[in-house]
């Protein structure tokens, strides 16, 4: 199950919520491969606005997700996708990064 923080503004809330489920099954698409297809349902998405922040871009993507083959030969492009649907979706976000840390697969219910 994938998990994305997205870590933010509070001015860009609105837009980012407006967008989140279609973000979801872009995302979902973007990940899945011949040995894993995954559904919307299967992954869960967090926006954060930090008190205190320094960062990179104004809006950062974090997805976790299982390492395969396929994610890993295309981890960039994937990156590069899900940014540029952010920022279609959302043309008043000024800057966005993707990050994709893909590890080995750990589990609770």
């Excluded at 967008?19 to 919307?40: G, M």
């Excluded at 922040?53 to 890993?72: D, F, M, Q």
Aim: glycine share 0%; with cysteine.
């Amino acid at each position: 199950m994938p998990s994305i923080n997205i870590y933010t503004k509070e001015k860009n809330i609105k837009y980012l919520e407006s967008i989140l489920f279609k973000l979801k099954e872009f995302i979902a698409k973007q990940l899945s491969c011949k040995d894993r297809e995954l559904a919307t349902s299967e992954i869960s998405v967090r926006i954060i606005v930090p008190k205190v922040s320094y960062s990179i871009a104004e809006t950062e993507v974090i997805i976790t997700a299982h390492s395969y083959a396929e994610r890993i030969q295309n981890q960039d492009a994937i990156c590069l996708s899900i940014k540029n649907f952010i920022m279609e979706q959302s043309p008043s976000l000024n800057s966005v990064y993707v990050w994709l840390q893909l590890s080995e697969l750990g589990h609770s219910e």
